[in-house]
Protein backbone atom coordinates (compact mmCIF):
# COMPACT_ATOMS: atom_id res chain seq x y z
CA UNK A 1 0.00 0.00 0.00
CA UNK A 2 1.27 3.10 -0.81
CA UNK A 3 0.96 6.99 0.70
CA UNK A 4 -2.01 7.66 -2.09
CA UNK A 5 -3.71 4.63 -1.06
CA UNK A 6 -4.54 6.49 2.30
CA UNK A 7 -3.60 9.67 2.24
CA UNK A 8 -6.75 11.45 4.33
CA UNK A 9 -5.42 8.88 6.93
CA UNK A 10 -2.36 10.76 7.38
CA UNK A 11 -1.28 14.27 8.58
CA UNK A 12 2.22 13.90 7.41
CA UNK A 13 4.54 10.99 6.02
CA UNK A 14 7.81 10.69 8.03
CA UNK A 15 10.27 8.70 6.14
CA UNK A 16 9.79 7.40 2.15
CA UNK A 17 10.41 3.53 1.28
CA UNK A 18 13.49 4.78 -0.37
CA UNK A 19 15.07 6.09 2.77
CA UNK A 20 13.82 3.48 4.50
CA UNK A 21 15.46 0.88 2.02
CA UNK A 22 18.58 3.24 2.18
CA UNK A 23 19.23 3.74 6.24
CA UNK A 24 18.80 -0.26 6.19
CA UNK A 25 22.19 -0.82 3.60
CA UNK A 26 23.89 1.52 6.03
CA UNK A 27 22.82 0.02 9.11
CA UNK A 28 23.70 -3.30 6.97
CA UNK A 29 27.29 -2.29 6.57
CA UNK A 30 28.05 -1.68 9.97
CA UNK A 31 26.64 -4.83 11.06
CA UNK A 32 28.44 -7.17 8.83
CA UNK A 33 31.39 -5.40 10.04
CA UNK A 34 30.60 -5.66 13.66
CA UNK A 35 29.62 -9.26 12.97
CA UNK A 36 32.58 -10.28 10.60
CA UNK A 37 33.89 -13.07 12.90
CA UNK A 38 30.47 -14.28 14.34
CA UNK A 39 27.38 -15.88 12.62
CA UNK A 40 24.62 -13.65 14.59
CA UNK A 41 21.20 -14.34 15.53
CA UNK A 42 19.12 -11.84 14.44
CA UNK A 43 15.59 -12.07 16.76
CA UNK A 44 12.79 -10.39 15.36
CA UNK A 45 10.11 -8.62 17.76
CA UNK A 46 6.66 -9.79 16.19
CA UNK A 47 4.69 -7.91 14.54
CA UNK A 48 6.14 -4.63 14.00
CA UNK A 49 9.42 -5.83 13.29
CA UNK A 50 8.23 -7.94 10.31
CA UNK A 51 9.32 -5.42 7.53
CA UNK A 52 12.50 -4.68 9.24
CA UNK A 53 13.70 -8.01 9.48
CA UNK A 54 13.00 -8.68 5.68
CA UNK A 55 14.66 -5.78 4.41
CA UNK A 56 17.88 -5.91 7.39
CA UNK A 57 18.15 -9.64 6.77
CA UNK A 58 18.28 -9.14 3.13
CA UNK A 59 20.75 -6.66 3.22
CA UNK A 60 22.93 -8.57 5.23
CA UNK A 61 26.30 -10.09 3.12
CA UNK A 62 27.02 -12.28 6.03
CA UNK A 63 25.64 -15.54 7.70
CA UNK A 64 23.00 -14.82 9.98
CA UNK A 65 20.69 -17.16 12.01
CA UNK A 66 16.85 -15.40 12.68
CA UNK A 67 14.34 -16.18 14.53
CA UNK A 68 11.43 -14.65 16.53
CA UNK A 69 9.91 -13.56 19.68
CA UNK A 70 6.24 -12.06 20.50
CA UNK A 71 5.65 -10.00 23.53
CA UNK A 72 2.98 -7.87 24.67
CA UNK A 73 4.14 -4.61 26.33
CA UNK A 74 1.07 -2.69 26.54
CA UNK A 75 -2.43 -3.26 28.95
CA UNK A 76 -5.52 -1.93 27.79
CA UNK A 77 -3.73 1.72 26.50
CA UNK A 78 -1.65 2.90 24.41
CA UNK A 79 0.88 3.43 27.32
CA UNK A 80 3.62 0.95 27.44
CA UNK A 81 3.26 -0.15 31.13
CA UNK A 82 6.70 -1.96 31.53
CA UNK A 83 4.79 -5.23 32.55
CA UNK A 84 6.06 -7.52 29.51
CA UNK A 85 4.23 -10.77 28.80
CA UNK A 86 6.09 -13.65 26.27
CA UNK A 87 3.28 -14.45 23.71
CA UNK A 88 5.73 -16.76 21.62
CA UNK A 89 9.21 -17.41 22.95
CA UNK A 90 12.58 -18.39 21.01
CA UNK A 91 12.79 -21.30 19.38
CA UNK A 92 16.85 -21.37 19.55
CA UNK A 93 19.08 -21.78 22.69
CA UNK A 94 21.39 -18.76 22.55
CA UNK A 95 23.56 -19.82 25.32
CA UNK A 96 26.70 -18.42 24.15
CA UNK A 97 25.35 -16.67 21.00
CA UNK A 98 25.84 -13.24 19.83
CA UNK A 99 22.19 -11.97 19.67
CA UNK A 100 20.77 -8.90 17.78
CA UNK A 101 17.38 -7.72 18.47
CA UNK A 102 15.68 -6.18 15.76
CA UNK A 103 12.67 -4.35 16.48
CA UNK A 104 10.62 -1.31 14.90
CA UNK A 105 10.08 1.26 17.39
CA UNK A 106 11.49 2.33 21.08
CA UNK A 107 9.42 4.72 22.64
CA UNK A 108 9.41 4.47 26.74
CA UNK A 109 12.12 1.46 26.11
CA UNK A 110 10.30 -0.60 28.69
CA UNK A 111 9.81 -3.04 26.27
CA UNK A 112 13.53 -3.56 25.23
CA UNK A 113 14.92 -2.72 28.47
CA UNK A 114 13.23 -5.63 29.74
CA UNK A 115 13.66 -7.51 26.75
CA UNK A 116 17.74 -7.14 26.99
CA UNK A 117 17.52 -8.23 30.54
CA UNK A 118 15.49 -11.50 29.52
CA UNK A 119 17.47 -12.60 26.79
CA UNK A 120 21.04 -11.62 28.88
CA UNK A 121 19.97 -13.66 31.41
CA UNK A 122 19.97 -16.67 29.24
CA UNK A 123 23.25 -16.74 28.95
CA UNK A 124 23.28 -15.07 25.38
CA UNK A 125 27.58 -14.13 25.19
CA UNK A 126 25.85 -10.62 23.54
CA UNK A 127 22.76 -8.55 23.11
CA UNK A 128 22.70 -5.68 20.99
CA UNK A 129 19.66 -4.06 19.66
CA UNK A 130 18.94 -2.80 16.15
CA UNK A 131 15.67 -0.21 15.89
CA UNK A 132 14.13 1.00 12.90
CA UNK A 133 12.97 4.21 14.88
CA UNK A 134 13.12 6.03 18.42
CA UNK A 135 11.40 8.34 19.77
CA UNK A 136 13.76 10.47 22.07
CA UNK A 137 11.39 12.55 23.79
CA UNK A 138 9.59 9.04 25.35
CA UNK A 139 11.94 7.71 26.46
CA UNK A 140 11.95 6.83 30.23
CA UNK A 141 14.55 4.12 30.61
CA UNK A 142 17.67 4.47 29.38
CA UNK A 143 18.56 1.67 26.51
CA UNK A 144 21.70 1.35 24.82
CA UNK A 145 20.60 1.10 21.30
CA UNK A 146 23.81 0.33 19.31
CA UNK A 147 21.75 0.80 16.07
CA UNK A 148 19.33 3.27 14.97
CA UNK A 149 17.69 4.07 11.95
CA UNK A 150 15.69 7.56 12.54
CA UNK A 151 15.05 9.68 15.66
CA UNK A 152 11.71 10.83 15.54
CA UNK A 153 8.90 13.36 16.77
CA UNK A 154 6.64 11.51 19.99
CA UNK A 155 3.46 11.41 17.72
CA UNK A 156 1.86 7.87 16.53
CA UNK A 157 3.51 6.79 13.65
CA UNK A 158 2.09 3.84 11.11
CA UNK A 159 3.39 1.76 8.05
CA UNK A 160 5.88 -0.59 7.18
CA UNK A 161 4.89 -2.75 10.27
CA UNK A 162 3.50 -0.66 12.53
CA UNK A 163 -0.07 -0.68 12.99
CA UNK A 164 -2.76 1.34 14.58
CA UNK A 165 -5.87 -1.53 15.31
CA UNK A 166 -3.68 -4.05 13.32
CA UNK A 167 -4.25 -1.65 10.20
CA UNK A 168 -1.82 -0.08 8.03
CA UNK A 169 1.21 -2.55 8.50
CA UNK A 170 1.37 -2.89 4.66
CA UNK A 171 1.90 0.68 4.10
CA UNK A 172 5.27 0.93 2.49
CA UNK A 173 6.12 4.36 3.94
CA UNK A 174 6.07 5.67 7.35
CA UNK A 175 3.47 8.83 8.82
CA UNK A 176 1.96 9.87 11.26
CA UNK A 177 -1.60 8.73 11.96
CA UNK A 178 -4.68 11.64 11.81
CA UNK A 179 -6.14 12.19 14.93
CA UNK A 180 -9.71 11.32 12.99
CA UNK A 181 -8.66 8.28 12.69
CA UNK A 182 -8.28 7.13 16.31
CA UNK A 183 -10.67 9.74 18.28
P1 LIG B 1 8.03 0.90 24.50
O1 LIG B 1 7.25 2.10 24.99
O2 LIG B 1 8.06 -0.17 25.53
O3 LIG B 1 7.13 0.37 23.33
O4 LIG B 1 9.39 1.30 23.99
C1 LIG B 1 7.61 -0.21 22.18
C2 LIG B 1 6.45 -0.79 21.43
O5 LIG B 1 5.35 0.11 21.43
C3 LIG B 1 4.71 0.13 20.20
N1 LIG B 1 4.70 1.53 19.69
C4 LIG B 1 4.13 1.97 18.58
N2 LIG B 1 3.43 1.33 17.63
N3 LIG B 1 3.18 3.35 16.44
C5 LIG B 1 2.95 2.04 16.57
O6 LIG B 1 2.32 1.46 15.67
C6 LIG B 1 3.87 4.07 17.35
O7 LIG B 1 4.04 5.29 17.18
C7 LIG B 1 4.36 3.33 18.48
N4 LIG B 1 5.09 3.70 19.55
C8 LIG B 1 5.27 2.57 20.27
C9 LIG B 1 5.47 -0.80 19.30
O8 LIG B 1 4.77 -2.02 19.27
C10 LIG B 1 6.79 -1.01 19.98
O9 LIG B 1 7.33 -2.30 19.77
MG1 LIG C 1 5.70 -3.73 18.38
Redesign the pocket.
Known amino acids: MDVEDIRADLTEVLITEEEIHAKLAELARRVEADYADTTPLLVG?LK?AVMVMADFARELRIHIDMDWMAVS??GAGTE?SGVVRILKDLDTDIAGRDVLIV??????????SWLLQNLRSRGAKSVKILALLR?PE?IKVDVDVAYVGFDIPP????GYG???AERYRNLRAIGVLAPHVYE
Open positions: VGSYSEDIIDSGLTLKSAFVVLDF
